[in-house]
């Protein structure tokens, strides 16, 4: 399912999107479709679109979308050596892993990286991570797709699979970052503006959350689809 909200601050639009959904901040992603900040004359102005469909929470799951009853908050398990699957779930998640990758050529070890209510953390120990991951993660986003299609099939469609391996996703939050701010640098810099190149709503979502308080940058999505693109310009460049 896929709502949108606006707010005067990205905070105030993801709290009230939290609030009349019923849900729980992690459970749900969240893309930034306009930014205005404040000026002396205007207020500030966000319009988010969020996703809660698989992966996330299940479109079948009413009385989450409907607010009638909201989530615990989320508990994440401490680490503490190796998570070894619990139950029916998690050992089919685990199987089906070791077995894709294994179709694909390539052995691993594939482990629980962490849980919560709704979601589960599966990690993959492998000689060829740099494959899995691919060129700028698309890889590992669509083997991360196919588990939560395999993981609906079970029964599981309000359950979120978030596969990691080499700590990518840490890694990738980190590089965004600080892509944004060499970006936004340069941007001052011309009074011009750049285009990136395209993304998923979360890489997406970074870029924006990142430069939404650097007065004199903003920042928008453009194109079409699932991967666009982030252009930062110059606050007083007219919009293209």
Request: hydrophobic share 35%; glycine share 10%; no cysteine.
């Amino acid at each position: 399912m896929v709502f949108e909200f606006d707010g005067r601050t990205e905070k105030e639009a993801i709290d009230k999107a939290a609030e009349e959904l019923g849900l729980a901040k992690d459970d749900f992603d969240v893309e930034i479709l306009e930014t205005q900040k404040t000026g002396l004359f205007k207020k500030g102005f966000v319009r988010i679109r969020v996703h809660t469909g698989n992966p996330g929470l299940a479109a079948s799951d009413t009385a989450y979308e409907t607010g009638n009853r909201k989530p615990d908050m989320p508990k994440r398990e401490p680490v503490i050596g190796e998570m070894v699957p619990q139950g029916e779930f998690e050992q089919k998640m685990i199987e089906f892993t070791t077995g894709l990758i294994e179709r694909m050529g390539y052995l691993g070890k594939v482990t629980i990286l962490f849980r919560e209510k709704h979601k589960l953390g599966i990690k993959i120990d492998s000689a060829h991570s740099s494959i899995l991951i691919g060129k700028k993660g698309k890889n590992l986003d669509a083997i991360q797709l196919l588990l939560n299609i395999y993981a609906g099939r079970l029964g599981k469609e309000n359950v979120r699979v978030i596969l990691d391996t080499e700590n990518y996703r840490i890694r990738r939050e980190e590089s965004l970052v600080r892509l944004a701010y060499n970006v936004a640098e340069k941007v001052r810099e011309t009074r011009g503006s750049i285009l990136l190149e395209p993304m998923n709503p979360f890489d997406r979502w970074l870029i924006h959350t990142t430069l939404n308080d650097i007065g004199d940058v903003e920042t928008k999505s453009e194109g079409d689809g699932l991967y666009k693109q982030v252009r930062v310009y110059y606050r007083g460049l007219q919009k293209m």
